[in-house]
């Protein structure tokens, strides 16, 4: 089959069904219950249930490896995380991982509030280049989280680029562009080889 063969096919897909959202929009309270009757994972943006865009091999590979590493490069009062949201009221965006306070931890952590989130992570995928490099940014700024990664795929190589949040808010400011290894001081003393993307 050649590109251009499937690019004019039909496109497949499947009807996922949506909940309608209450008055007011939903919000991270509702988290449980959309749980039970959503069918893929999902994040709320401004109340409403939006559906998260599939990930590749490369994103899963990353994301598993880089936990991995924080792990084992931060302790108390910290704690890598993955797989759970930001608590912004009627928004609740999930990072690809995240670095909490360990306090703020329990069984039944289903999102943070951004007073508990020291860094946020994203791995870049062709279908999250947007969202990741412009729209996450801006939202986690604005939410006061100290310190954004943003994972990018060059060559299947990792690179992370880091920023920082400006001293005066509403932004950040980039910090460092890292290949093989990872060394900063914020948000807290972390020191890691990054991975060969081997699969």
Not at 8 to 35: C, E, Q, W, Y
């Amino acid at each position: 089959m050649t590109a251009a063969e499937h690019l004019d096919g039909p496109i497949k897909g499947r009807m996922v069904l949506l909940p309608t959202p209450p008055s007011g929009g939903f919000t991270a309270r509702d988290l449980p219950r959309l749980m039970e009757v959503v069918d893929g994972r999902f994040e709320l943006l401004d109340g409403e249930v939006v559906m998260m865009a599939p990930s590749n091999q490369w994103h899963n590979f990353v994301i598993k490896k880089l936990w991995f590493a924080l792990d084992q490069a931060v302790s108390d009062p910290f704690m890598a995380v993955t797989e759970l949201g930001i608590n912004l009221g009627h928004t609740v965006p999930e990072p690809d991982l995240l670095v909490v306070s360990r306090s703020a931890v329990s069984d039944d952590s289903l999102t943070f509030h951004p007073g508990d989130v020291h860094l946020a992570v994203e791995v870049v995928s062709p279908g999250t280049k947007t969202k990741d490099r412009k729209h996450r940014p801006a939202q986690y700024a604005e939410a006061g989280i100290k310190c954004f990664w943003r994972v990018e795929n060059e060559a299947r190589a990792i690179v992370i680029y880091t920023f920082e949040l400006l001293p005066e808010g509403g932004g950040y400011a980039p910090t460092g562009v890292f290949r093989h290894r990872l060394k900063v001081d914020r948000p807290c003393p972390i020191d890691i080889e990054l991975p060969d993307v081997t699969y």
